[in-house]
């Protein structure tokens, strides 16, 4: 039971796939470098929610 000849049109099509695949890998990894960095950065981790909150007054030396 053997297959016949790959037409053409669908080698053209797996080489698309194949590099649209890539790129959204590639797109996949740059997003997940880029959120492991902001989260790892040590900075707190809060969100701007419109409430004046201590921490985000300048410190006043007395």
Not at 1 to 22: A, E, I
Not at 31 to 55: I, S, W, Y
Request: hydrophobic share 40%; aromatic share 8%; glycine share 16%.
């Amino acid at each position: 039971m053997s297959f016949g000849k790959q037409h053409d049109l669908h080698q053209r099509r797996f080489g698309r796939n194949l590099g649209l695949g890539l790129v959204l890998l590639g797109f996949v990894a740059v997003m997940f470098g880029l959120t492991v960095a902001k989260v790892g950065g040590g900075a707190p981790t809060q969100g701007f929610d419109h409430v004046l909150r201590p921490e985000m007054l300048p410190e006043t030396s007395q």
